[in-house]
């Protein structure tokens, strides 16, 4: 399994922004904080804290692993089982806390 570069994070965020309809201005919202420092973020000009990840994936409806991962390889032997789903889950939930965590601690 492959992760995505931070341009390719990016590219993902906006991809799923416009395949779901959220506007620079909805993920601000979500974020609390301005849609300049959304648009600053999608272009590479502002970094992205794990707090912020996390918010913007719930603001997409989809896992902070998923913005993450890199799945143009194809998909990961074994996902297709019941103890791969549980494991992918498992990883999901390990990111997540992490992002959690790492937020908390500045």
């Known amino acids: 399994m492959a992760y995505r570069t931070h341009k390719g994070i990016r590219a993902e965020i906006r991809r799923l922004a416009r395949e779901r309809g959220v506007s620079e201005a909805e993920l601000a919202g979500a974020l609390g904080i301005s849609?300049?420092?959304v648009r600053r973020t999608l272009r590479g000009e502002r970094g992205l804290v794990a707090a912020e990840l996390a918010g913007i994936a719930d603001a997409l409806g989809v896992r902070p692993g998923q913005l993450l991962r890199?799945?143009?390889?194809?998909?990961v032997r074994g996902a297709d089982t019941?103890?791969?789903?549980?494991a992918l889950a498992q990883v999901d939930e390990l990111i997540?806390?992490?992002?959690?965590?790492?937020?908390?601690?500045?």
């Open 82 to 86: 019941p103890e791969g789903r549980k």
């Open 35 to 37: 849609a300049g420092a």
């Open 96 to 106: 997540e806390n992490y992002l959690y965590l790492k937020a908390l601690v500045p």
């Open 70 to 75: 890199d799945d143009a390889d194809g998909p």
